[in-house]
């Protein structure tokens, strides 16, 4: 099964030639990734890459028990391990290189025109998939702790009848009702100003940083600024909506035996790394909420690039298991 699933991986790979002028693109590993997003990786609480930051704060633990185990060195890194694209156009999947797999309909996406006094919305669809890159690729090292899901579409929003319907989502989250006000709006300015030191505050859970407010988790931008501000934002909302559903799981700040599921999403286990239409292979990837204007110049433009593809990078904890270790290096002697 394995084998099969690096062939459905690497296939795409050898097409690149022939879907250069397409719109979409499958992702290469090689050089649509940026590699270095992998770091800083933290060991027994140290940060063994130095002159790295990380907006994640670590306690000094330098071992760690899991139940049924033995005593272990905690460790900690950046993992891709999802791809979000967001298109205007229904059932076209931009990050399995443009395919469509339905007629788009009348439920297409795109921003309406307006005049200068009245500000710009938008609307997309989007299409989240499981992606870990590191399982796929099988390099023969045992990497620590990587995602072993396998390659899979997970959502897509033409079927879910609330990504269109703003009066719907009031209804499965009537929590939007106390954040529609001043209050919470000024509160999302403070969020875009640590989200663009890499360090977003989740306790304000209802902001997306310098793209505004959360909510409505729908696929609807009430104040479109660009290509780059408005897709930032829904990767950050269908995160959120899969928190809701419990689909999602993350790690605690002290647990590094296995993660939860929460209602709320922890806005500083995730960052962003666009691949489509121009990839961003320079560190660091985005903390949600970054402001676009430090990433996303010349990102996007005209006929071909309003369609973006973003790969996610999850914070992963896990533990050095010595016995093992000791048992892989005693079978590989």
Same mark, same amino acid.
């Given at each position: 099964m394995k084998f099969f699933a690096k062939l459905t991986f690497m296939l795409p790979l050898l097409l690149l030639p022939f879907t250069a002028y397409a719109e979409g693109k499958f992702i290469n590993p090689v050089t649509d990734v940026c590699w270095s997003c992998l770091f800083p990786i933290h060991?027994?609480?140290?940060n063994v890459t130095p002159g790295?930051?990380?907006?994640?704060? @670590? #306690?000094?633990?330098? /071992?760690?028990?899991?139940?049924?185990?033995?005593?272990?060195?905690?460790?900690?890194?950046?993992?891709? =391990?999802?791809?979000?694209?967001?298109?205007?156009?229904? @059932? #076209?999947?931009?990050? /399995?290189?443009g395919i469509s797999i339905g007629k788009p309909g009348?439920?297409?996406?795109?921003?309406?025109? =307006?005049?200068?006094?009245i500000e710009s919305s938008s609307f997309y669809h989007v299409h989240y998939y499981q992606f870990p890159i590191l399982s796929l690729l099988d390099l023969g090292i045992e990497f620590v702790c990587e995602d072993r899901l396998p390659l899979d579409v997970g959502y897509m929003s033409e079927f879910d009848p609330f990504w269109g319907g703003d009066r719907w989502n009031t209804i499965i989250n009537p929590e939007i009702v106390l954040f529609t006000n001043p209050l919470a709006h000024a509160a999302c300015i403070v969020d875009c100003g640590f989200s663009s030191f890499q360090k977003p505050l989740d306790r304000l859970f209802w902001c997306a940083g310098c793209q505004g407010s959360l909510y409505p988790l729908t696929g609807h931008v009430s104040q479109h600024v660009g290509g780059i501000q408005a897709t930032s934002l829904l990767v950050?909302?269908?995160?959120?909506?899969?928190?809701n559903w419990h689909v999602l799981q993350v790690f605690e700040e002290d647990n590094y035996?296995?993660?939860?599921?929460?209602y709320r999403i922890k806005k500083s286990a995730y960052k962003t790394q666009l691949t489509y239409p121009i990839a961003q292979t320079k560190s660091p990837c985005n903390a949600l909420g970054r402001s676009d204007v430090l990433w996303g110049g010349g990102k996007s433009f005209p006929?071909?690039?309003?369609?973006?593809?973003?790969?996610?990078?999850?914070?992963k904890h896990c533990w050095l298991d010595p016995y093992k270790i000791a048992k892989k290096v005693a079978a590989g002697s």
């Open positions: 060991i027994g609480g140290g790295r930051n990380d907006f994640v704060k @670590y #306690k000094k633990k330098l /071992l760690c028990h899991c139940q049924g185990d033995l005593v272990g060195v905690p460790i900690a890194f950046w993992e891709p =391990t999802r791809l979000i694209d967001v298109t205007r156009t229904p @059932y #076209k999947l931009m990050g /399995l290189g009348l439920n297409r996406g795109g921003v309406k025109s =307006t005049t200068p006094e950050h909302r269908i995160l959120a909506k899969l928190h035996c296995e993660s939860h599921s929460s006929y071909g690039g309003e369609d973006f593809v973003y790969l996610i990078w999850t914070k």
